[in-house]
């Protein structure tokens, strides 16, 4: 068995340890320089939080371990095809790769559909299900010339 595999199937045990605690059927591994760093199976329903997917909690943990919010030199190994929002969050802590088993088709015959999210972005925002409304956006704006102006701000 490959390290890649040994990985992958941490990731798979995890899920179903998820699934025997009352949590949801995924689980991820983010592992740098050949070492798992952080593992996390989805606890949204026993956190009631609807962000604690799998790979959203390996993230936390990861970049608490390594004291940094750039994980780049990490890869992630998540049980199933990772949903919109784990994917952005993967992209915004800079991981180098993603390695997984089930792909979203699997998770939606389960139940686990996020394909309406997919679409939802596709659309325009006065087209979107849920309403939303563009306000005070000059004033919001204060906050963003204040960011351009910070000489020692930290870029991510």
Request: glycine share 6%; hydrophobic share 40%.
């Amino acid at each position: 068995m490959t390290d890649k595999e040994k990985f992958m199937l941490r990731a798979i045990e995890l899920s179903k340890q998820s699934v025997l605690q009352g949590g949801g059927p995924f689980g991820a591994v983010i592992v740098k320089d050949g070492k798992i760093i952080s593992e996390a199976s989805n606890s949204v329903t026993l956190d009631n939080d609807p962000t604690a997917h799998a790979e959203i909690n390996a993230i936390r943990q990861a970049a608490k371990k390594l004291g940094t919010f750039d994980l780049s030199g990490c890869e992630i190994y998540t049980s199933c095809e990772p949903c919109p929002m784990c994917l952005g969050a993967i992209y915004w802590a800079r991981l180098d790769k993603i390695y997984f088993a089930n792909t979203r088709r699997d998770a939606d015959h389960i139940g686990f559909s996020d394909q309406f999210i997919y679409d939802e972005i596709a659309k325009p925002v006065d087209k979107r299900k849920i309403p939303t409304i563009q306000i005070m956006r000059d004033k919001a704006l204060e906050a963003f010339k204040l960011w351009e102006e910070k000489e020692d701000k930290i870029q991510y």
